[in-house]
């Protein structure tokens, strides 16, 4: 059964904004710190931000553009992504780990879903 699953990506111009969802079982969201990461052709997959249940962290990249939120009651993460650039170009994955803030690293991984940004 698939444990993660994101949803929302799609192309959009440089400067608009995007919101990806990800869908994660019960047993992952209530045990992990919750994060996204993306990675673009020919580059190593890097850390977007992370969100456990007392704080968030963001890249430098992405500081004041994106947010990350959460709905326990849905077993839910958001990243919010505004003011989007064309470097932001990837496909972007949910992900989890017990340390993931901390170590920017991850147990649990989703499929992965495009955001594509025009210049």
């Known amino acids: 059964q698939v444990q993660l699953v994101e949803s929302g990506g799609g192309s959009v111009q440089a400067g608009g904004s995007l919101r990806l969802s990800c869908a994660a079982s019960?047993?992952?969201?209530?045990?992990?710190?919750m994060g996204w990461f993306r990675q673009a052709p020919g580059k190593e997959r890097e850390f977007v931000g992370g969100l456990s249940w007392t704080r968030t962290s963001y890249a430098d990249s992405v500081k004041g553009r994106f947010t990350i939120s959460r709905d326990n009651a849905k077993n839910t993460v958001y990243l919010q992504m505004n003011s989007l650039k064309p470097e932001d170009t990837a496909v972007y994955f949910c992900?989890?780990?017990?340390?993931?803030?901390?170590?920017?690293?991850?147990?649990?991984w989703g499929q992965g879903t495009q955001v594509t940004v025009s210049s």
């Open positions: 992900a989890a780990g017990p340390s993931l803030i901390t170590t920017q690293k991850a147990t649990y």
């Open positions: 019960g047993r992952i969201f209530s045990s992990n710190s």
